[in-house]
Every structure is written in structure tokens, then in C-alpha cells.
């Protein structure tokens, strides 16, 4: 299963370096529609969404995350965001081990 990144542009360029797949966008409509496109492809794990946009469309994408268990969309922190998000926790989560 592959992870795939959602976010600014600036940022896909660092996800793409360390090999995941990713997709640039400049507003949380244009990330919503991406992340319903990369969903419809399947063999994804994770789904990393950059913070920025997606708090702009939080509602949304909770909806999407009550649809499907697999893959796991999760937020990380874009580049005008602080690191509020608990990276360790969420992954301790999604991964069901102690970090």
C-alpha cells in the first residue's frame, strides 16, 4: 500500500524527494476534489493532507473519513501552520503500537 501526499506545492516537491506520490494544491476546494480523485484509485494506505487547506474543508473530510476505514487520511502540519498537530499520537494510532 502506497502513502500519497495532498498539499501546497511548495511541499510536494520534499514528498516527491523522498518518493511519495503527491499532488499540489492551492486552496481547500481544489484539495477536497483531489482527495476524491486519489481515493478512487485505491492501493493507497495513507493519505497525507497538508493543514493548511484542510481546515478550510474540515467538515468535508470528516465525512469522508466516516466512509472508508482504508486508506487513512491524515493531517500534517503545511507551511504557514505550527506543529500543534501530535504526529507521534496519530501514528501510534493508525499503526495500533505504542511509540
Known amino acids: 500500500m502506497k502513502v500519497f501526499f495532498i498539499g501546497d506545492p ?3 516537491n520534499g514528498y ?3 518518493g511519495v506520490d503527491a499532488v499540489p494544491v492551492t486552496s481547500g476546494e481544489e484539495l ?3 482527495l476524491e480523485d486519489v481515493l478512487k484509485t485505491g492501493n493507497l494506505g495513507i493519505v497525507l493532507v497538508d ?3 484542510s ?3 474540515k467538515d468535508k473530510i470528516e465525512q469522508i473519513k466516516m466512509k ?3 486508506p487513512v487520511i ?3 502540519p503545511g507551511r504557514k501552520t505550527s506543529a500543534d498537530i501530535d504526529l507521534k499520537s496519530t501514528i501510534s494510532r493508525i499503526m495500533g503500537v505504542k511509540m
Open 55 to 57: 481546515s478550510q474543508v
Open 74 to 76: 491524515v493531517e500534517v
Open 32 to 34: 477536497l476534489k483531489s
Open 16 to 18: 516527491k524527494t523522498s
Open 51 to 53: 493543514h493548511d487547506y
Open 10 to 12: 511548495l511541499l510536494v
Open 68 to 70: 472508508s476505514v482504508v
